[in-house]
């Protein structure tokens, strides 16, 4: 992103040179692409701004169907159609790894991101993988520079050739730092909220290094930092936001053996919502229980072979307490699910930013594990941006306009009836505005030009009061 911001300013400058007026409204017409500086991709306490809650986004269901983000890269082929290929739509009957008859990027091989099948190029390469902004891990908060002087997270460092992502959450957790950074594949970095404050956002795609621990997973890159909020994958903690995410022990790596993990979801309201995102327990010995915590009582219990039901769970307790157990031979992804607080739990108040789930669709086009950013705050975004480019695109002509007119312009435009007198000539500038049918002409006008005189013969000029007004608007420039 910081390459966008240098072109956008390169761009600007250069233009400024000639043009001011439409520089700055190209840099106005950018700014709304640009994300706010240190923004991150995926806090714990909003999760409606991520459609995946797995580190190699195995989970994404959304509808990106080229490798690029808005619109760009090149385009997926339709899964029906990749027979030729290891994966299609007909591997994949059961629709478990979300393919079917659609072009929609997918990750059905446990790649460290979702990937699609393109047309083949002469260089034999006939798949690619999706740059999805939406696709990142709440905790997972971005892609950023590390130039080294100083580092980007100013805590202490190590590295490993068996480094995952939560080896390093683990090594900052007991550091009692509050961020970790992974680097290069091999290499962790701890740091605290405020090194975000002068961190330098990358391109998500820069951070493209396969940890040296885990070939699904991604740790950093060459000079790119992947930052995560330690709280992820951890075995206790103390919920109180409004909404936020919870995800088993060792997240995003699978759950150990004898784990016994306990979090407090004490979120503002009368009752809670619960939404499992992911749920993946080995056997019916890992057990996830949910208990009221005024009261001790049990409300609800899941297990590996009883996994809770689709769709948000709703109970009746201002404050819950989770329980997690694993027997000696626990080895699973385990889960993650999001909760909200409710003001009262026969009431459905959507809180500003969070995610609504939509019905189950279809298996081969199911978002249900993929929550979407809250309704309002999307379409006054999109209002927001439509109304600035339109202002931007109306200064622009109005700029333009004036800047051809303080030229000694003539502006022909479209008009009716016969033709009249030539330029008109007075003290002080040489201006004039004609208009002619089907459409207008815009002309240098300088008092002695001949042919601007010659095509005038075929205009007719505005009325005296709109000229009387143009001239002026013009001599208050």
């Known amino acids: ?74 385009p997926c082929l339709f899964w029906d159609q990749t027979q030729q290929h290891s994966y299609s739509s007909a591997s994949d009957p059961q629709g478990r790894w979300g393919l079917g008859p659609h072009n929609f990027c997918r990750n059905p091989d446990g790649d460290v991101q979702p990937w699609c099948y393109v047309a083949e190029t002469e ?8 740059d999805i902004p939406t696709c990142h891990m709440p905790g997972y908060l971005g892609c950023f520079v590390d130039s080294g002087a100083p580092p980007a997270l100013s805590g202490p460092s190590g590295t490993s050739t068996k480094l995952t992502v939560q080896v390093c959450l683990r090594f900052c957790r007991m550091k009692g730092y509050q961020l970790a950074g992974v680097e290069a594949g091999y290499a962790c970095f701890c740091g605290s909220e ?26 950093g890159g060459d000079g790119r930092l992947g930052i995560y909020e330690v709280s992820v994958g951890s075995c206790q903690g103390n919920w109180t936001a409004p909404q936020g995410v919870v995800y088993s022990p060792d997240f995003p790596d699978e759950y150990g053996p004898d784990r016994n993990c306990s979090w407090a979801l ?55 307490r989770l329980t997690f157990r694993s027997d000696a031979r626990g080895h699973a992804q385990g889960f993650a699910l999001t909760y909200r607080g409710l003001q009262d739990a026969d009431d459905d108040p959507e809180p500003k930013g969070s995610a609504q789930t939509p019905a189950a669709p279809p298996d081969w086009a199911n978002v249900s594990c993929s929550p ?6 999307a379409a006054m975004g999109a209002r927001v941006f439509s109304t600035v480019t339109a202002i931007s695109v109306l200064l622009l002509l109005f700029l333009s306009l004036l800047r051809l007119l303080r030229r000694r312009s003539c502006l022909l435009a479209p008009g009716k009836g016969p033709p009249a007198l030539g330029p008109s000539r007075g003290p002080g500038r040489s201006w004039v505005v004609w208009y002619r049918r089907p459409g207008g002409v815009a002309l240098p006008c300088p008092p002695t030009d001949s042919q601007a005189v010659g095509l005038a ?21």
């Open 123 to 130: 260089e034999g390469i006939y798949w690619r993988y999706c």
């Open 372 to 377: 979407r950013p809250g309704a309002p705050e």
């Open 194 to 219: 405020s090194d975000l404050d002068r961190g330098r956002p990358a391109p998500a795609t820069d951070c493209d290094q396969i940890c040296f621990g885990h070939p699904g997973q991604l740790c």
């Open 1 to 74: 992103m910081d390459r966008a911001l240098a072109s956008a300013t390169s761009l600007w400058l250069g233009v400024m040179d000639t043009q001011a007026p439409q520089g700055l409204l190209l840099l106005l017409l950018f700014l709304p692409l640009l994300p706010p500086r240190g923004a991150s991709a995926g806090s714990l306490h909003s999760p409606g701004l991520s459609e995946c809650f797995q580190v190699n986004g195995a989970d994404y269901r959304g509808h990106q169907n080229r490798t690029g983000p808005r619109g760009a890269g090149r």
């Open 266 to 320: 004490s979120p503002p309201g009368a009752a809670l919502e619960l939404t499992f995102r992911l749920f993946e327990l080995a056997d019916p010995r890992d057990r996830l229980e949910l208990r009221d915590a005024a009261s001790g009582s049990l409300l609800r219990a899941f297990d590996g072979a009883r996994p809770p039901p689709p769709g948000p769970l709703r109970l009746r307790a201002a404050a819950l």
């Open 457 to 477: 013969a075929s205009y007719r000029p505005l009325s005296a009061s709109s000229q009387s007004s143009l001239r002026s608007l013009i001599s208050a420039l």
